[in-house]
């Protein structure tokens, strides 16, 4: 596994799978979720329930990663619009936000204008056991593509050179890949990456999902502005303490409504405030990595 050097671990995860019944409890602190309402007095993951997952979902997901003796702790956000057939699963993804935690003093900026440029490639199906309070979950799997276009997303080698045709210049920048911007640095790094997810959760209430992932990224620095950026330090996956969590926010089964104005469909604008609602954010330590 490889993964994204010292500051750009972009929270991502591995589709290996995992038996649904495996899933271990989750001691998730809910959020003070009862003041971030929209439209009217619905928390998140209050609710009866609307008795399936089609619908509109809001997405955080905590990933650990070592990188050599420091932890560096990634959040990301997401809108997943849903759609349930039987106990299967179409979920259409779109990244909202990504925020990763300082390394030896150095943290990695990715921009808000980024995030459109993310390429969600749909492999397969997650499915459901029950949506009644701990019903299990499988997601779909998560493939993303960031800087890149593989002929075949999922089992392609991630390029290692700025030239190679698969590189793209996806924010048009005029450097190879996606642009990153590290402080504590001022110098820019240019990636190419492949994120891999699989998420595995149960019901904790009828509209609010809690569970763990697996994570793997392929990345690559494909170019840097200063030398300093472009230093690759050894990643580890550290998926015992990644968690994640969902809630519906589309108003339905008494769940939040985020549709602020009204139009019908919810945004990554509407929902960005209300993602430190969702999961406390921990500090990231060392001792997670010992």
């Not at 929209?38 to 997901?61: E, I, K, N, P």
């Not at 990301?76 to 759609?83: D, P, S, T, V």
């Not at 204008?113 to 969600?120: A, D, G, N």
């Not at 290692?160 to 005029?174: F, H, I, K, L, Q």
Request: net charge negative; charged share 20%; proline share 6%.
């Amino acid at each position: 596994m490889r993964s994204l050097t010292i500051c750009i671990l972009l929270c991502s995860n591995c589709a290996l799978e995992r038996p649904p019944t495996t899933f271990p409890a989750q001691q998730l602190d809910d959020a003070g979720a009862g003041d971030a309402t929209s439209r009217g007095d619905a928390s998140f993951g209050s609710g009866s329930g609307a008795g399936t997952m089609t619908g509109t979902w809001l997405q955080v997901h905590e990933a650990s990663t070592c990188v050599l003796v420091d932890e560096q702790v990634t959040w990301a956000g997401y809108l997943m619009n849903i759609e349930q057939t039987d106990r299967t699963l179409v979920e259409h993804r779109q990244q909202c936000e990504v925020t990763l935690s300082p390394v030896f003093g150095l943290q990695v900026i990715i921009p808000d204008p980024v995030l459109p440029l993310i390429k969600f490639v749909e492999v397969d199906q997650g499915f459901v056991s029950s949506v009644l309070e701990s019903g299990t979950y499988t997601s779909s799997t998560e493939l993303s593509l960031w800087g890149i276009e593989l002929e075949n997303p999922l089992t392609d080698s991630v390029p290692t050179e700025p030239d190679d045709p698969a590189v793209v210049d996806s924010d048009g920048d005029g450097n190879p890949g996606l642009t990153f911007d590290i402080v504590g640095s001022m110098c820019k790094r240019y990636i190419a990456q492949r994120s891999i997810v699989r998420y595995f959760g149960r019901f904790t209430k009828p509209n609010q999902i809690d569970g763990s992932s697996v994570t793997v990224t392929d990345a690559n620095v494909v170019g840097s502005s200063q030398a300093i950026c472009g230093v690759d330090p050894r990643l580890t996956a550290n998926d015992p303490l990644s968690t994640f969590r969902m809630v519906r926010v589309d108003g339905a089964g008494e769940s939040i409504d985020l549709d602020a104005d009204g139009d019908g469909e919810i945004t990554c604008d509407e929902v960005r405030p209300h993602l430190v609602d969702i999961i406390a954010r921990r500090e990231s330590s060392p001792e997670n990595c010992r």
